[in-house]
């Protein structure tokens, strides 16, 4: 008998697979319509937005990623978080703050909204 995930423990596991710099499990744990939406930067539809938008920090510019969730709240289909996402790059770690909402259908995150200063993340890479 296997037990579903609960809404929390998927956000969980993209946390994870984020951090693994895994985007094949990443896209596994979305749907096939989310919306991701970088707020400061803009929205991407689909696994393969998601893909794309990921692939450039997380697995070709960062050695290393970190995603520290500090708090995590989820009220039936709906997760929020507050976090910080850590890359290392050249060395040199970059730290963004960041607070972040998903809802959950059917097991895989169909909305993921990160919200952050972009500036802060600027002005960590020159």
């Known amino acids: 008998m296997t037990t579903a995930l609960s809404p929390s423990d998927v956000v969980t596991a993209?946390?994870?697979a984020c951090e693994a710099r895994d985007l094949d499990a990443v896209c596994a744990l979305v749907t096939d319509d989310i919306e991701y939406d970088n707020v400061p930067i803009g929205k991407?539809?689909?696994p393969e937005g998601v893909r794309k938008v990921l692939s450039g920090?997380?697995?070709?510019t960062a050695e290393r990623v970190e995603w520290v969730v500090?708090?995590?709240v989820s009220d039936g289909n709906i997760v929020m978080?507050?976090?910080t996402d850590r890359f290392l790059v050249?060395?040199?770690w970059i730290e963004i703050p960041i607070a972040a909402v998903f809802?959950?259908?059917?097991g895989r995150v169909c909305l993921w909204r990160d919200y952050f200063d972009?500036?802060?993340y600027r002005k960590q890479r020159t």
């Not at 920090?57 to 070709?60: I, L, Y």
């Not at 809802?103 to 059917?106: A, H, L, W």
């Open 14 to 16: 993209l946390v994870r």
């Open 90 to 92: 050249e060395d040199r």
């Open 57 to 60: 920090g997380v697995t070709e």
């Open 70 to 72: 500090h708090r995590q």
């Open 44 to 46: 991407v539809f689909g």
């Open 103 to 106: 809802e959950v259908r059917d």
């Open 81 to 83: 978080n507050e976090r």
């Open 118 to 120: 972009l500036e802060t």
